[in-house]
């Protein structure tokens, strides 16, 4: 594949945001260009996943500034699963947010403020030095702070206020760790900080730069303590932009985890990586008693979101090349699992006109096609086998059995259970409960259809990489054997990066 080509994923939504401003408002060919958009884009991103497979990533250095002088662009086989991931999820939940709202009532600037998301997203997976990681950050923030409050009624605004400073204080320690790294190694670019880092030795300025890195991006990512903006924030969102945030946002944070400590960072940063994974344990455990103490869909949704990032984040602490399979094929599964369940939480309250647990019943015998989406993607969220959501989670609890880490496996074992505790408070208020004279049943609003089509659409895939894990662990094994060649990464960055 080109190396032009890397590009692309950037490009594209960035330009059909711009189109689609062109346009003013929302129209029927506004959607047919965003459609086309979102189809384009995830034809890109698997062609991606083919042409780096056991192969060498896709390397552009912008203007023909080689590394470490100019901004470059790298597609590794990771990279390639995130646009693969973020492409069609983006395209589920473009296609939900079509069927929910008609053309009439979608506000003008939604699509537009999407595709700036989606270019934020995409430039986060591309991007191979921390100065340029820190602008992809910006524009997927500043595009998900003017989502969040643009539907928002003057009570949901509140709610963003955490959200907004949270952030604005990760993107200030992202700023120093940028400066903190430079002043140590000369540069901001991946490859040279990982060789430089290899040269060092044992500088405690390493350590300290970890440390900020890790708070800077556990704080993206939802770990614990720096969760709190995360579970009052997300429920305000319109369910299909709630969809893409739950299945794509916090991913961003696990991603760059993963690559910062997995491939920038020395291997041997031990009490980080264990830092890590207690914090990990933390966040599964509060993150699902969170949720066991909700009573509203949306809410129940949020918090769990937290409590599997907790997963994800303990195979990186765990840290070895089983471990990081492991947290890559856990991501799989949860972007797609989770996406749909909010898709599912937006389909419930059409159905009943609210997610509130006292005020849902009767959907199973309305539309037990949802009902079925749902209870198979709440199974698998909780790790049931042979559901997706097992596969990541076993090969977790095995490694850090291995490791001896029995507290955290422990921890990891009673999130799991809660988990299927509170997906089956849903079930029962929402699917299987008759309720009372006060729950209304929707079922002539005829918008719930293709929504459930798409979060069966959604189901689908998930119910396939549960019962195709072999072909997704062989994915996920490739690229965390990429992720953990320091060597080859480093030569193919400084050693091959051309201008074309």
């Known amino acids: 594949m080109s190396a032009n080509f890397a590009v692309l994923p950037v490009v594209i939504p960035l330009a059909t945001a711009l189109l689609a401003l062109a346009l003013g408002r929302a129209s029927v060919l506004r959607r047919w260009l965003v459609g086309v958009s979102a189809v384009l884009q995830t034809s890109l991103a698997l062609a991606f996943m083919v042409a780096t497979f056991a192969a060498p990533p896709v390397v552009l250095a912008i203007g023909g500034w080689v590394a470490p002088y100019g901004i470059v662009l790298v597609v590794d086989h990771l990279a390639a699963i995130m646009l693969a991931l973020g492409a069609v999820t983006a395209l589920a939940t473009l296609l939900f947010g079509f069927g929910e709202l008609p053309t009439n009532r979608e506000h003008p600037l939604r699509l537009p403020l999407v595709q700036f998301l989606m270019t934020g997203i995409n430039l986060s997976f591309c991007t191979a030095d921390l100065f340029n990681l820190f602008v992809a950050f910006e524009v997927m923030l500043i595009s998900s702070y003017a989502l969040?409050?643009?539907?928002?009624?003057?009570?949901?605004?509140?709610?963003?206020?955490?959200?907004?400073?949270?952030?604005?204080?990760?993107?200030?320690?992202?700023?120093?760790?940028?400066?903190?790294?430079?002043?140590?190694?000369?540069?901001?670019?991946?490859?040279?900080i990982a060789q430089q880092a290899d040269l060092a030795g044992s500088d405690p300025r390493i350590t300290l730069l970890a440390l900020i890195l890790m708070i800077v991006f556990g704080l993206k990512a939802g770990v614990f303590p720096l969760y709190y903006w995360l579970p009052n924030s997300y429920p305000i969102l319109p369910s299909p932009v709630a969809a893409l945030y739950a299945g794509m946002l916090t991913k961003v944070g696990v991603y760059v985890l993963l690559r910062i400590f997995g491939q920038v960072l020395p291997p041997t940063l031990h009490s980080i990586h264990t830092l890590l994974a207690w914090l990990a344990g933390a966040t599964m455990l509060f993150g699902v008693l969170g949720a066991v103490s909700r009573n509203f869909v949306r809410g129940i949704l949020s918090w769990h979101i937290l409590s599997q990032i907790g997963y994800m984040v303990l195979a990186i602490g765990l840290f070895s090349e089983w471990a990081l399979t492991a947290a890559i094929l856990y991501v799989i599964h949860h972007i797609i699992v989770k996406s749909t369940l909010f898709m599912v939480g937006g389909t419930i309250v059409v159905l009943n006109g609210s997610d509130d647990l006292e005020k849902t019943g009767r959907i199973w015998g309305a539309a037990p096609v949802l009902g079925l989406v749902f209870l198979i993607q709440a199974l698998s969220l909780a790790g049931l086998p042979p559901l997706s959501?097992?596969?990541?989670?076993?090969?977790?609890?095995?490694?850090?059995?291995?490791?001896?880490?029995?507290?955290?496996?422990?921890?990891?074992?009673?999130?799991?259970?809660?988990?299927?505790?509170?997906?089956?408070?849903?079930?029962?208020?929402?699917?299987?409960?008759?309720?009372?004279?006060?729950?209304?049943?929707?079922?002539?609003?005829?918008?719930?259809?293709?929504?459930?089509?798409?979060?069966?659409?959604?189901t689908v895939l998930s119910l396939g990489i549960g019962f195709g894990a072999e072909f997704f662990l062989a994915l996920s094994r490739e690229a965390a054997r990429q992720l953990m060649d320091r060597a080859g990464y480093i030569q193919h960055i400084l050693g091959s990066a051309t201008g074309g």
């Open 148 to 192: 969040l409050t643009l539907e928002a009624d003057d009570w949901d605004i509140k709610q963003a206020f955490p959200y907004l400073a949270l952030n604005l204080i990760g993107s200030t320690l992202f700023l120093a760790a940028a400066g903190l790294a430079y002043a140590i190694f000369g540069s901001l670019n991946f490859a040279q």
């Open 389 to 458: 959501g097992f596969w990541g989670k076993y090969l977790i609890i095995v490694e850090g059995a291995r490791q001896g880490e029995w507290v955290l496996v422990g921890v990891a074992l009673l999130a799991g259970v809660l988990t299927l505790f509170s997906m089956l408070k849903i079930w029962n208020g929402a699917f299987w409960r008759e309720g009372g004279d006060g729950v209304r049943l929707r079922i002539h609003d005829r918008r719930w259809r293709p929504m459930t089509l798409v979060c069966a659409g959604m």
